[in-house]
């Protein structure tokens, strides 16, 4: 038994939006030319919809980690209540998952969402594809890219970027477990980290590109995370670093308020962020957040 871990449930976060009305809401929302709305859903899930498409990233919409873990030195204690469950999702078309992980690539909601959506197309890591199967996900309906790589996907442009996570872990047969992705649609380039460190060749694969948005993690890593065996993330001062290097227009932050074992206090990546100069948006979960590219 760890001293620092609270093994009390805290009070659960309730989405700004949540279920019928949130699905409404994205539903209906008609983002104009240059303009992005965004709802994140939890961790480091979003819908993401401009003018021509809408597409998911990264949803973890099950209690599946809090099952696993229970009775265990990490127990995965929600802080967020999801705002969303699988089968809600009947509208998918795109969804994609950065990596392997349960927090990215949920067992107890992948599956219910291809199943609800049945055009929606899963895009992962090809190095996960047989991973992926062993959840009962049709390999039909998987796209896979290695890893700096360009795609097509419907209306997106889709550059897969390698992710540190907290190795590379390259192969020459499926390239890349780990992934980023930067989004190119309607004029507007957003880039989604998944977890990652910040490792050499991450800030140059970035700056090839005039990215509008980019969503970083925060949660970073200790000692007992490491001494449990959890995959380690850029922490909030590393993530604002990033960003001075890069330079996005707008940096959003992700990975917190999910699991009690495992978070960061987003107040501090704000401080941090606005001492340095970048700008930044902290979403609440469920909640619409809409930004337009400065003309
Ligand atoms: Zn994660």
């Not at 078309?93 to 927090?103: E, G, I």
């Not at 991973?131 to 890219?145: C, E, K, N, P």
Request: glycine share 6%.
């Amino acid at each position: 038994m760890l001293p620092s871990q609270n093994q009390t449930s805290p009070v659960l976060i309730e989405p700004v939006q949540r279920g019928a009305t949130l699905l409404q809401d994205i539903a209906s929302a008609q983002p104009g030319p240059g303009e992005v709305m965004l709802w994140w859903l939890g961790q480091s899930g979003y819908a993401i919809k401009t003018a021509s498409a809408l597409w998911y990233v990264d949803l973890y919409l099950s209690e599946h980690l809090t099952a696993k873990y229970a009775n265990t030195d990490k127990p995965h204690i929600r802080m967020t209540a999801a705002p969303l469950r699988g089968p809600d999702l009947t509208d998918v078309q795109w969804l994609f998952a950065s990596h392997k992980h349960s927090d990215h690539l949920d067992p107890g909601s992948a599956p219910q969402i291809l199943a609800a959506s049945p055009q929606a197309r899963l895009i992962l890591p090809t190095a996960i594809i047989d991973y992926a199967t062993t959840l009962g996900l049709d390999r039909a309906r998987l796209i896979g890219t290695r890893g700096d790589e360009t795609i097509q996907v419907g209306p997106l442009t889709v550059h897969s970027i390698p992710s540190a996570h907290p190795a590379l872990d390259y192969t020459e047969e499926s390239g890349y477990p780990f992934l980023g992705f930067v989004f190119q649609v309607d004029g507007l380039t957003l880039y989604h980290s998944g977890d990652t460190l910040v490792y050499d060749g991450l800030a140059d694969r970035l700056r090839r590109f005039e990215i509008d948005i980019a969503f970083l993690p925060i949660n970073g890593t200790n000692e007992r995370l490491l001494r449990l065996g959890t995959p380690p993330n850029m922490n909030a001062e590393e993530a604002v670093a990033l960003a001075c290097e890069v330079r996005p227009r707008l940096v959003i932050p992700h990975h917190y308020d999910m699991f009690t074992f495992n978070t960061a206090d987003v107040r501090d990546f704000e401080r941090i962020a606005s001492a340095a100069g970048v700008p930044c948006a902290v979403l609440r979960c469920g909640a619409r957040f809409s930004w337009r590219r400065p003309s």
